[in-house]
T-cell receptor, first 114, second 115 residues
Framework: NAGVTQTPKFQVLKTGQSMTLQCAQD?????MSWYRQDPGMGLRLIHY???????DQGEVPNGYNVSRSTTEDFPLRLLSAAPSQTSVYFC?????????????FGAGTRLSVL | AQTVTQSQPEMSVQEAETVTLSCTYD???????LFWYKQPPSRQMILVIR??????QNATENRFSVNFQKAAKSFSLKISDSQLGDTAMYFC????????????FGTGTLLAVQP
């Protein structure tokens, strides 16, 4: 089972560049989300989706866009990268049924913005 | 708004001994879930244990157990017979029991198991 797959694993950008972090899951999960992890701050929610075509903002959404055209994919777009977006990004997914509270995480993407 | 606090940035324990990691949270909700996640140097987030707030019995998973004190809003993790592979960052997390599955994380405790 592939689970939650994130690509790329590492990325270096220059300030002002744009890019998309990819996230795909093969478990038919309705719920998907993006977190960023910064030293001393734990993981913070950027955006989430409760199903295809439905997205909403989390705690730190500024500078990021998302869309959910299929159940499987939930890409995160950085429109104009800034040094403050240097972080490790995690995608997670879960069911929305009775076992909805178990979230599965991808391996993370380490992003550096110079 | 819910908050999760881990007051121990770093801890150390000798192999085979027992260690307890602390976590407190704040919420006005009655239906919620609590989790401990482990993040080893590989960076992968691994679910260690979870607790439903409506269950009074403390959750246990092999060498890992929790002390859930709902009135005190405390959720500590006890690791028994510590092993070198337990060395990792441990995050406490809260999830409301509503329609979304948003996790709110604490800042983490870095646990080092010494040989």
């Amino acid at each position: 089972n592939a689970g939650v797959t994130q690509t790329p694993k590492f990325q270096v950008l220059k300030t002002g560049q744009s890019m998309t972090l990819q996230c795909a899951q093969d478990m038919n999960h309705e719920y998907m989300s993006w977190y960023r992890q910064d030293p001393g701050m734990g993981l913070r929610l950027i955006h989430y989706s409760v199903g295809a075509g439905i997205t909403d903002q989390g705690e730190v959404p500024n500078g990021y866009n998302v869309s959910r055209s299929t159940t499987e994919d939930f890409p995160l777009r950085l429109l104009s990268a800034a040094p403050s977006q240097t972080s490790v990004y995690f995608c997670a997914s879960s069911y929305s049924g009775q076992v909805k509270n178990i979230q599965y995480f991808g391996a993370g993407t380490r992003l550096s913005v110079l | 708004a819910q908050t999760v606090t881990q007051s121990q940035p770093e801890m150390s324990v000798q192999e085979a001994e027992t260690v307890t990691l602390s976590c407190t949270y704040d919420t006005s909700e009655s239906n919620y879930y609590l989790f401990w996640y482990k993040q080893p140097p590989s960076r992968q987030m691994i679910l260690v244990i979870r607790q439903e707030a409506y269950k009074q019995q403390n959750a246990t998973e092999n060498r890992f157990s929790v002390n859930f004190q709902k009135a005190a809003k405390s959720f500590s993790l006890k690791i028994s017979d510590s092993q070198l592979g337990d060395t990792a960052m441990y995050f406490c997390a809260f999830m409301n029991g509503g329609a979304t599955n948003k996790l709110i994380f604490g800042t983490g405790t870095l646990l080092a198991v010494q040989p």
